[in-house]
């Protein structure tokens, strides 16, 4: 009976974790987002609403990705492949998000910067 009590209880946590750790990933992506627009020339986000649309999408788009393909769009998570993804995923936003508009050129220069900002914030951020 207590071992049953446990492992509901470890599951709620889980639960509760599991949904901490996508509003966290939403909230990183929407920083590095952000960063990444305000030094990518040729990358525009409009308003807040857009950023915050934009991350959602980007962040879905990541984890339908990483389900379906086992790969991570990020510019160093699986190199050049991992690079690639990064772009499509960052010029592909832009037919989902009004206020947001970013070039092929952009969307390259942008999964760089992405990449490396990324890659210092702190903390584990897979989904």
Request: glycine fraction near 10%; avoid cysteine.
């Amino acid at each position: 009976m207590a071992d049953d009590n446990h492992q509901v209880n470890t599951q709620t946590t889980n639960g509760t974790s599991t949904v901490w750790q996508i509003v966290g990933r939403l909230v990183a992506a929407a920083v590095i987002l952000a960063i990444t627009a305000f030094f990518t020339p040729g990358f525009q986000i409009n308003n807040i609403w857009s950023l915050g649309l934009a991350a959602v999408v980007l962040t879905a788009l990541d984890y339908l990705i990483v389900k379906f393909t086992g790969l991570h769009a990020s510019p160093f998570g699986k190199g050049f492949v991992g690079f690639i993804l990064s772009v499509v995923v960052l010029y592909v936003t832009q037919y989902f998000v009004a206020g947001y508009s970013i070039s092929w050129m952009a969307a390259i220069i942008g999964a760089l910067i992405y990449g490396i900002i990324d890659y210092f914030i702190p903390g584990e951020q897979q989904m």
